[in-house]
């Protein structure tokens, strides 16, 4: 019996650069500074560099990320933030942490990113920021959302946190408004456990940050805000800061895998395939294709029957969660979205072999549905 095709395989790509992570790891075990140590400070100069932005903060998780990034842009009690339904829910999770309220737009259904139109029309004067997730490794649309917020002096909150390395307009994500990216594993870059990052333009965006991920201190002992305990630690720095140089060759191995499925799958009935987003490429943190008339639940436990894993990202659209207030709006884009989309196994890493087998797969179940 053959082996079942996992949705994402860590095991070769942390092989390979062993030797490096565990010479990092041994350094930072050994100088017992494991909070707040020269690791984190290098990783943050790098990060910065490569993202093309003035200041990185390294934090926690990617929840946190979000959360701090709202609140070092002054967002709390009373104003409304609007956002994607179509997410994971830490998204909507870290607008509520700042006592602010979410408010959700509907989705672009070609690139399940907001559409600004629908951004446009639930703007109100209590709106203190939008906040565009780059879902499945490609942006939103940034040049009209950037629009909006300048039209009605709003922040721009970027949820990068599976977009990691994409470009829109030759810029990369994170450097439009504050960036809120995520070190979660499985990531395009990923840690060996929680961690996230926020970049800014702003010197007092950074400044404040800092602050708020180490209980609001403004040095030992002078708390000046309520914070939090929202640091990246040394070790999850020294493992990033081995991985950081290897992204971009992981991203064009994930869009040549992205490539090869829409060269095969392309023309199949019943199926919509990814693209890049209008002046922007895509890093194919997910490979999510859209499964017509119905079928995707059936055909995703067809591909499980045949040792292909495929997975649901995301089956309910926030608005629709009893956590939120706004159950009773339709949007119908993303409602849409979570009965249709289905994603396919994608890692650098991954042979062609087992490529080979989820395409196969695919076509058998397409053709028996």
Same mark, same amino acid.
């Given at each position: ?74 967002? %709390?009690? #009373?104003?409304? &933030?609007? *956002? /994607?339904?179509?997410? @994971? ?9 700042? =006592? ?92 060996? %456990?929680? #961690?996230?990052? &926020?970049? *800014? /333009?702003?010197?007092? @965006? ?9 209980? =609001? ?153």
């Amino acid at each position: 019996m053959e082996s079942q095709i996992p949705m994402l395989e860590l095991g070769e790509q942390t092989e390979s650069l062993w030797p490096e992570l565990e010479k990092a790891l041994r350094e930072v075990v050994r100088s017992t500074r494991f909070i707040l140590g020269p690791q984190l400070e290098a990783f943050e100069r790098e990060c910065a560099a490569y993202l093309g932005c003035a200041h990185a903060v390294g934090v926690s998780s990617g929840t946190d990320a979000i959360e701090l990034a709202l609140r070092a842009a002054g967002v %709390g009690p #009373g104003d409304e &933030v609007i *956002t /994607s339904p179509f997410t @994971f829910f830490a998204t909507g999770e870290a607008i509520l942490e700042t =006592g602010a309220t979410p408010v959700f737009a509907d989705i672009d259904p070609r690139t399940f990113c907001l559409d600004p139109a629908s951004v446009s029309a639930v703007i109100g004067p209590r709106t203190r920021a939008i906040v565009p997730v780059h879902l499945y490794g490609t942006s939103a649309d940034l040049d009209a959302l950037q629009s909006l917020c300048e039209r009605h002096q709003l922040h721009l909150i970027e949820d990068t946190a599976q977009a990691f390395g994409a470009r829109y307009r030759g810029k990369r994500l994170g450097s439009f408004g504050l960036g809120a990216f995520s070190f979660f594993p499985s990531k395009n870059l990923g840690a060996f %456990g929680d #961690g996230g990052l &926020v970049t *800014t /333009s702003r010197a007092d @965006f950074a400044e404040r940050l800092r602050q708020l991920r180490h209980h =609001g201190q403004r040095d030992r002992y002078t708390q000046v805000s309520l914070g939090k305990t929202g640091r990246l630690d040394e070790l999850q720095a020294a493992v990033l800061r081995v991985k950081l140089p290897h992204v971009e060759r992981w991203n064009e191995r994930r869009r040549e895998i992205a490539r090869r499925y829409c060269e095969e799958l392309g023309g199949t009935p019943g199926l919509v395939l990814p693209a890049p987003a209008a002046n922007a490429d895509h890093v194919y943190h997910q490979f999510t294709l859209r499964v017509q008339g119905g079928r995707r639940d059936l055909v995703q436990g067809r591909l499980a029957e045949r040792g292909v894993s495929a997975v649901v990202y995301y089956p309910q659209p926030l608005h629709k969660s009893p956590l939120y207030t706004q159950r009773a709006i339709e949007l119908p884009e993303a409602e849409r979205a979570t009965a249709e989309v289905l994603s396919l196994p994608i890692w650098p890493e991954m042979k062609e072999q087992a490529q080979t087998r989820v395409i196969a797969a695919l076509r058998e179940v397409l053709e028996r549905a």
